[in-house]
């Protein structure tokens, strides 16, 4: 992407990743994804806000020379010391060897370790709320820990009213072409960002809250995150949107996550599904956890408000993909749902009771389990429907 102004003073400096298939190696990214760098000139300093990850550093270092026609960078100021930003620091230093670079003292830290950059001229350690000048522009600083890593932090430039926020209002999908969320169709980011939340910063709700509780503070009309649109006709969607995931309040719908061998699980997820659009549900998401995206299962149940989670007795256990999708929400301090289960066994009913006592240990709203033997007959469904009706009454829809 070439140099693009977001305003006389500040300019777009990030790149596309179109090429890694699985962000954190985790994560698939088929739309790919952006990491955005921002340049801001002042009358007396130039700051690069973040950089971009270390196989872009090329293009980076090109539009910064070439586009921007940047001669000196006087700052490189680092919210964030995850790689996908971090990686092109030592490109910047190389290329522009006067630089300072400013960060608080954890950030300092990981870039002596990262990056073995341990020349203590070269850095400016600051505080939350301290300023740095560039003349007619001031960048402040609000450490954000947390939101993803120890050491992030924003950057607010009050006389732009643009926040950089790192990671923070992030969302997956390369920009094609457009930057600022005026001159986009911004819906697929939108939906975007509720898969890289909850994959990506999902377990730091707390945190989150806390740095939004920062912002609220401040007056902004744009936030430049280091991921997907600059945001500006959208803020307050996105600070909607990530304030409500951030305390796990969710939208009307239910998720459906199950594992079957044979199909007789399955059966019972297919019926759970049928009853709760009997009893009025519309937005019901089934996955089938052997072949479902691990990350869509993760967005779906952050997204909505009930949480159904079914599986076979395996080795005397849970179904191994939903065990692990359960791991998931336990790292990530599940809550306020409302849940239930449902088990399937031959001959030994460990799913149902792992899965309840993993239910059990969540800050949810749990309204039970069925128990199910080998296949689906008119006793089990009676007991699903029986619970689906229940569980119904429970959601606020
Ligand atoms: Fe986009 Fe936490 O890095």
């Known amino acids: 992407m070439r140099v693009r102004k977001i305003s006389n003073y500040v300019s777009y400096v990030g790149v596309n990743d179109r090429s890694t298939e699985k962000f954190e190696s985790l994560w698939p990214i088929p739309n790919g994804v952006s990491y955005n760098s921002y340049l801001v000139c002042?009358?007396?300093?130039?700051?690069?806000?973040?950089?971009?990850?270390?196989?872009?550093?090329?293009?980076?270092?090109?539009?910064?020379?070439?586009?921007?026609?940047?001669?000196?960078i006087d700052y490189l100021v680092i919210n964030h010391m995850e790689p996908d930003h971090s990686g092109g620091i030592s490109a910047v230093i190389a290329a522009f060897p006067e630089i300072k670079i400013i960060g608080n003292r954890t950030t300092l830290q990981m870039i002596r370790g990262f990056y073995h950059i341990d020349d203590e001229d070269r850095f400016i350690v600051i505080k939350d709320g301290e300023e740095v000048s560039l003349g007619d522009r001031t960048l402040r600083f609000y450490l954000t820990p947390m939101v993803h890593w120890p050491?992030?932090?924003?950057?607010?430039?009050?006389?732009?009213?643009?926040?950089?926020?790192?990671d923070a209002f992030g969302t997956f999908g390369a920009l094609n072409g457009g930057l600022v969320d005026d001159d986009m169709e911004c819906g697929p980011y939108i939906e975007e960002m509720y898969r890289y939340?909850?994959?990506?910063?999902?377990?730091?709700?707390?945190?989150?809250?806390?740095?939004?509780?920062?912002?609220?503070?401040i007056e902004f009309d744009y936030i430049?995150?280091?991921?997907g649109p600059v945001w500006h006709a959208m803020k307050e969607k996105v600070i909607d949107i990530t304030s409500r995931l951030a305390r796990y309040e969710s939208e009307k719908g239910v998720t459906i996550i199950y594992g079957s061998m044979y199909g007789n699980t399955a059966d019972m997820a297919e019926f759970i599904a049928s009853e709760l659009n009997r009893h009025g549900v519309k937005n019901i998401h089934v996955h089938n956890a052997a072949n479902a995206s691990m990350s869509q299962m993760i967005s779906d149940a952050f997204r909505?408000?009930?949480?159904?989670?079914?599986?076979?007795?395996?080795?005397?256990?849970?179904?191994?993909?939903?065990?692990?999708?359960?791991?998931?929400?336990?790292?990530?301090e599940m809550k306020n749902k409302v849940v239930a289960c449902f088990g399937n066994n031959a001959w030994?009913?460990?799913?149902?009771?792992?899965?309840?006592?993993?239910?059990?240990?969540?800050?949810?709203?749990?309204?039970?389990?069925?128990?199910?033997?080998?296949?689906?007959?008119?006793?089990?469904?009676?007991e699903a429907a029986e619970l689906i009706k229940t569980f119904v009454s429970h959601l606020k829809q």
């Open 42 to 72: 002042g009358s007396e300093k130039t700051a690069l806000i973040d950089t971009v990850e270390l196989g872009h550093s090329r293009n980076f270092l090109q539009t910064l020379r070439e586009e921007a026609g940047v001669e000196k």
């Open 151 to 166: 050491e992030t932090m924003m950057t607010y430039c009050q006389e732009e009213r643009m926040v950089f926020s790192g």
């Open 197 to 217: 939340y909850s994959n990506i910063v999902g377990k730091y709700g707390r945190s989150v809250e806390n740095a939004l509780k920062k912002l609220s503070g």
């Open 224 to 227: 430049c995150s280091t991921h």
């Open 304 to 332: 909505y408000e009930g949480l159904i989670v079914g599986s076979p007795t395996y080795s005397n256990d849970v179904f191994p993909p939903v065990a692990e999708f359960m791991r998931a929400m336990e790292l990530r």
């Open 348 to 382: 030994a009913p460990a799913a149902a009771k792992k899965l309840e006592e993993a239910m059990n240990t969540m800050p949810v709203q749990d309204l039970g389990c069925v128990k199910m033997q080998y296949s689906l007959n008119s006793q089990n469904e009676d």
